[in-house]
């Protein structure tokens, strides 16, 4: 439920609602915009009177949200949520661009991966430590030593840096990370999502391979019921009937999830079609479809990449998407 406050309500006057409402057993999640405050309610909302509330003098509107996702809904929150990854702020205006190699091999790939990222104008250095293949015999990371190399990497371009989490034991090795990202794979693994949700770092959750919009954003919900609040959204591409490409870019899903969600939505055309002279075109329709960002594999030599090397692309050619999308992002 939903409670528009209006403009001229004093300070004192909602604070007292809030009292009541936090004495009925609920939640109260205030969010302030230019016109109004909006109080969202969590909880069991079905003994509240809404007849008494629209009654009150300081109430504008009162609205029972039925859809199943609630704090991760527009209606809950009117204004954009803009969340911090390392002093990059996405979402809410603010576009960033998350770069590197899908999977960290090295000292010297990931570092130099790193330079390319920061001199193409990448805002995050990202790189796979704890890769989650589908065949048990292909490269599956460098773990530990995978994660100190990224975050020495992203320190010697300052850059914050991102990388995967596959289960709630490895969350104590993630402590210099400044983002964790939840792979389409891991997108339902409730136990992993409550765990982040326990936590205050950020979270970049791509949509699962064959997840609905609305799975998507339950499994934010996820996450946002147990207090983190600082969740983006990536539209990664679903599995279709169609093979020429690895995926099939739902690219409807952005401007849909901007509609539903107040959370930042971004989009990772690499894994969109699994193809790296696609790259560009997916990039910039995803800009004009309305991305807070993107996430793009690069690496010094894709074809010697150990994961995802159709998809990855190189430097100079990171260099032309990014002019291509900076352009594009000018004309809107």
């Not at 528009?4 to 909602?14: E, G, L, N, P, W």
């Not at 008494?52 to 009162?62: K, N």
């Amino acid at each position: 439920m939903i409670a528009v406050i209006k403009k001229d309500a004093t300070r004192q006057q909602i604070d007292n609602l809030v009292n009541w409402f936090s004495k009925q057993g609920l939640t109260v999640n205030e969010s302030q915009g230019d016109y109004c405050t909006v109080l969202g309610l969590i909880g069991d909302t079905s003994g509240v009177d809404i007849d008494l509330l629209q009654g009150l003098d300081i109430i504008e509107t009162v609205t029972r949200i039925t859809d199943s996702f609630k704090q991760v809904n527009k209606k809950f929150q009117p204004e954009a949520t803009i969340v911090d990854i390392g002093g990059v702020k996405i979402g809410g205006g603010n576009f960033a661009v998350i770069a590197g190699p899908s999977s960290v091999e090295s000292e010297e790939q990931i570092m130099m991966a790193a330079q390319m990222a920061k001199a193409g104008g990448a805002n995050i250095l990202q790189g796979g430590t704890f890769k989650s293949r589908t065949s048990p015999y292909d490269f599956q990371g460098l773990h530990e030593e995978g994660i100190k190399l990224l975050v020495q990497a992203g320190k010697s371009v300052n850059l914050p840096v991102v990388t995967e989490i596959l289960s709630v034991e490895q969350l104590p090795l993630f402590d210099d990370v400044d983002a964790l990202q939840i792979g389409a794979r891991n997108m339902q693994n409730y136990e992993l999502l409550k765990a982040l949700g326990k936590s205050n770092k950020p979270v970049i959750l791509k949509r699962g391979q064959s997840a609905t919009i609305k799975e998507l954003l339950m499994s934010a919900e996820y996450i946002m019921s147990e207090g983190n609040e600082n969740i983006i959204l990536c539209e990664r591409g679903i599995r279709t009937y169609e093979t020429y490409t690895k995926n099939t870019f739902d690219i409807s899903a952005i401007p849909t999830l901007k509609e539903l969600t107040h959370l930042p939505v971004i989009a990772d055309p690499s894994q969109a079609t699994g193809r790296a002279n696609l790259v560009k075109k997916m990039a910039m329709a995803a800009v004009v479809a309305g991305s807070d960002g993107l996430e793009i594999d690069i690496h010094p030599n894709p074809e010697q990449a150990k994961s995802d090397a159709a998809q990855t692309i190189t430097g100079a050619t990171f260099n032309d998407v990014m002019d291509a999308v900076s352009k594009t992002r000018s004309i809107l």
